[in-house]
């Protein structure tokens, strides 16, 4: 077993949620591998806790897809959990069942707002200007993975206003719906990654105010090089890895 900080018996997060937590961060941090055995036992004697205690914490780590529990050998580590965008434009769940996953969505909220300066800056538009606001959870073989706040312009909305609504929304693909329901032909994205820590957003993805989120920025545009969409996309981080191929053009000198 790796080295790993004390847990607080003086915190008010339970111990069990402690120990979850320290081995999750073992296990983003690589210092527990893929097929790392995870012993009820021998966490109980590393933490001084009961065996009751460590098997919640596993409990918890295979709830959200961190660790497998084999019948008669044990319990293990799987494999990260990742989703690799390639240079294509593609949607969520197009990603996910490219992975093997079956993709699902529950819808939080669709309303019409003023755009702020940030979100009218993003879809080319004056700050007050109406747009739809639609936020809802993204989730990968029953599991939370993302948390999606999208901006439609008016344009976008008023073409058809039936696909908005929670019931829709909650089963179709938003990119389905923008090129097969609306007709709009997409064609290129642009977008800025940073990692933020999940704050109040924590309580959408089951995760610790303290965990750290990749934020994702996307703007898309139409063939006619309209603004379609400007989403951000909150992915977990410890479900969830960027893949950039990057190319060389034969004409670039190294100076």
Known sequence: MTVM?????????????????????????????????LSELDLARRFAVSRVTTRQALTELERKGRVVRVQGKGTFVTERRKLEPQSALTSFSENMRALGKEPSYRTLGVSRVPANPGVATALGLEPGDHVVRIERLLFADGTEMALMRA?????????????????????????????????IALWKAQETVEAVEAGAEAEFLDLARDALLLSVHRRTWDRGSRIVEYTNLLYRADLYRYQVELFRSPEERIG
């Open 5 to 37: 900080p004390a847990i607080s018996r003086n915190s008010p997060i339970p111990l069990y949620r402690q120990i979850e937590r320290l081995l999750a961060r073992a296990i983003d941090g690589g210092d527990l591998g893929e097929g790392s055995m």
């Open 151 to 183: 901006f439609l312009p008016r344009w976008v909305y008023e073409r058809d206003q039936r696909p908005w609504t929670a019931e829709r929304l909650d089963g179709s693909s938003f990119y389905v719906i923008l090129e097969e329901e609306l007709g």
